[in-house]
């Protein structure tokens, strides 16, 4: 598989018309990264029957409450259900305060040690990388420091041909056929040509996730090429002088990024509450790019092929 | 009308067999008063049809996760939603530092002004006063600094026997007549005997919050007598090792409270995530006080005539 999105919340602001406040979970080969985490979002997890305790990674794009106010209680929770993995948390200056202080007045001590990754909002770079993933910072232009975040699958291991695998073979041979290599005897000369019991790696894909943020093409070639854009749509073009103000895009900025990025796929989020009907925003957008859709709660989107 | 009790939510520690954290809205006269704000509590306050605009009043009993992380995102949604009225909140040190270092960070001023009451857990006194109540704090003993809440309602007007009233009774005069005077002449005669017109005020109710305790008799003066009474029940008399150590009660421990305090009726909250059934809980405190309840989440319970 490749990467599998799930919606937990995509409203804005406030609560409102059954939908609740941006948190995804990402999972990546099987390995879970939860994406912003507004309030309610254990209790969504729990709706979702996605266990919260297979997260070791939380990123958390910025400080306003609609995007992290839920992690206390996710993180008390992990705690009182007898966590004792570590977890990596990224997030902006201030977070790992806020927690700190949080914990000092209820008198707690988590019983699984947190890595607090301070993530600088204002410049693009890899914040984690481990077997499957790159994660690079997207510095986004909101009204406080704020940052989205490219999840980059790192290229996979060339598939054998079971049926072709000679008897015997060694691990260590079995790791280099992976690799691409050919297996060589001791003279060097080649006995097994990879791309003969080989087929290709799958396609690595990325998505990129941009929380928070007015209209801003300075981010174009961090994302360029992306499989997937989830791009903040709070507000229809109608509404574009008040996007404006409040450091917010309208569905067609987030499809007009998406075009100038040629990412495959965009995906809209982050809806204001003034909106019951949600279907104006993806229309809109389609006018511009095509292959624009709605994030809605619950829902699965995935890359793979 | 006298006490309205909206249970919004009475699980402990993590939400489960979908009960959420503690929260209580009290309806007295038509205010309402918010008691303790887990995780959620916005959401469950629109799930029950209930305006959180009509909320001035919260108090909070402590600073575990439990209590009060739904308390910043019920805040931020009030000021989104344009509020500019006056908010009263109640509750232990450090709330206000919490509240204040989220807001630095999310570079937010509130529209309405929060009027911080630093409730001093350690004694027994008025924390509250308006026309219909007054709200005396109930030092508990938890494990770090915690507050139940004690609401009175204040003595209530005679009511006026409409069809005996002489015509053309001046303002003042009514004023006298509900405060249970007579009316005099201007030689100080009576002409009219308050009793003759009037009946006996209706009668005032009083409610006793205890959110979280281990069994603890000091309070019993305090609470004497309240019509009703809420105390934690976590866990059941065979988790009674438990229960202390983690400065919980047992059902039959709230019971044994309830019938020391010579209260009218118990309500049961705060219900460990161990125990899906709650019947049990009921059965063990009514063998001791047989007027108990559960706090079922979305009940309503009213002290009335």
Chains 1, 2 share one sequence.
Do not use: W
Not at 59 to 78: E, K, V, W
Not at 210 to 237: N, Q, R, W
Request: hydrophobic share 35%; charged share 25%.
């Amino acid at each position: 598989m490749g990467i599998r999105i799930k919606i937990l919340g995509s409203n804005s602001a406030a609560p409102a018309h059954r939908r609740h406040h941006t948190s995804q979970l990402l999972n990546i080969e099987g390995k879970y990264y939860l994406m912003d985490c507004g309030e309610g979002t254990q209790l969504q997890l729990k709706r979702f029957h996605i266990k919260a305790q297979r997260i070791n990674h939380i990123f958390i794009s910025h400080l306003h409450g609609d995007h992290y106010l839920g992690l206390m209680g996710l993180l008390s929770t992990m705690h009182l259900m007898g966590r004792s993995k570590k977890l990596d948390l990224y997030g902006p200056r201030g977070l790992s305060e806020i927690i700190t202080m949080q914990l000092k007045y209820s008198e707690t001590v988590f019983n699984y040690p947190i890595n607090f990754v301070e993530v600088d909002t204002s410049v693009s770079k890899v914040v984690h990388e481990d077997d499957f993933v790159e994660v690079i910072s997207i510095p986004l232009n909101h009204r406080i420091p704020c940052s989205g975040y490219l999840f980059r699958e790192k290229k996979k291991n060339r598939r054998l041909i079971k049926d072709l695998l000679p008897p015997n073979l060694s691990i260590r041979n079995i790791t280099k056929l992976k690799h691409g290599e050919d297996i060589l005897n001791e003279d060097g000369e080649v006995v097994i040509k990879n791309e003969e019991i080989t087929m290709p790696p799958k396609k690595s894909f990325s998505y990129a996730f941009c929380s928070d943020t007015k209209y801003d093409e300075s981010i174009v070639p961090i994302i360029k090429g992306a499989d997937m854009l989830y791009h903040e749509s709070t507000f229809l073009e109608e509404h574009a002088d008040r996007a404006a103000r409040t450091f917010h895009s309208t569905a067609k900025e987030a499809a007009t990024i998406a075009k100038k990025a040629e990412v495959g796929k965009l995906l809209l989020g982050h809806f204001s509450i003034r909106y019951k009907e949600l279907q104006p925003l993806e229309d809109e957008a389609k006018a511009v790019f095509e292959e624009s859709q709605l994030a809605i709660e619950g829902e699965d989107f995935v890359l793979d092929l």
